[in-house]
T-cell receptor
Framework: DADVTQTPRNRITKTGKRIMLECSQT?????MYWYRQDPGLGLRLIYYSFDVKDINKGEISDGYSVSRQAQAKFSLSLESAIPNQTALYFCATSDGVANEKLFFGSGTQLSVL | RKEVEQDPGPFNVPEGATVAFNCTYSNSASQSFFWYRQDCRKEPKLLMSVYSSGNEDGRFTAQLNRASQYISLLIRDSKLSDSATYLC??????????FGTGTSLTVIP
């Protein structure tokens, strides 16, 4: 089983719909992140959380919200999806020690029509 | 200006060639650096961390030059399986990670 699991893998939705992307991890890491990836723009940070009670906005948080339900779970919501939120979304975790690395889920391809 | 910038390429090289990628960063407070590899539509995976003294892992060598604020990745004896996008990543004291847009490499038979 994957250490970082994202669901769904693919989602097609319509403008204005509410969408939730879920992420769970078995690595025991405190730190979790949501990124989106667009062609030519690289990965951009949406939100991050360093523990269950800590939620922080990233560089492109507008139009998104998150919930850290437990150490292992971090979900991303689009309250009212719009077409320019069509992207590949990645959840990631890190252990927070010096020179730590990121571990990514397999990604969710979201298309908003 | 982006925190981390890299040449998007594409780099098309023959098998067996040596290829080098460079990346520059703008925040002198950046603490740690990494190279990630990403295959098409897949998740990024850590290739190697980058240390000031330089480090090598098989055919891959990474260098960090803090004075000039650049990171490099050298791939020797390129294999077809090296074809991917290589992401330069920096992290700061706030433990946020900043990604370059990636450099595309295609190794040609």
């Amino acid at each position: 089983d994957a250490d970082v699991t994202q669901t769904p893998r693919n989602r097609i939705t319509k403008t204005g719909k509410r969408i939730m992307l879920e992420c769970s991890q078995t690595k025991g890491h405190d730190r979790m992140y949501w990124y989106r990836q667009d062609p030519g723009l690289g990965l951009r940070l949406i939100y991050y959380s360093f523990d269950v009670k800590d939620i922080n906005k990233g560089e492109i948080s507008d139009g998104y919200s998150v919930s850290r339900q437990a150490q292992a779970k971090f979900s991303l919501s689009l309250e009212s999806a719009i077409p320019n939120q069509t992207a590949l979304y990645f959840c990631a975790t890190s252990d927070g020690v010096a020179n730590e690395k990121l571990f990514f889920g397999s990604g969710t391809q979201l298309s908003v029509l | 200006r982006k925190e981390v910038e890299q040449d998007p390429g594409p780099f098309n090289v023959p098998e067996g060639a040596t290829v080098a990628f460079n990346c520059t960063y703008s925040n002198s407070a950046s603490q740690s650096f990494f190279w990630y590899r990403q295959d098409c539509r897949k998740e990024p995976k850590l290739l190697m961390s980058v240390y000031s003294s330089g480090n090598e892992d098989g055919r891959f060598t990474a260098q960090l030059n803090r004075a000039s604020q650049y990171i490099s990745l050298l791939i020797r004896d390129s294999k077809l399986s090296d074809s991917a996008t290589y992401l330069c990543v920096g992290s700061n004291t706030g433990n946020q990670f900043y990604f370059g847009t990636g450099t595309s490499l295609t190794v040609i038979p």
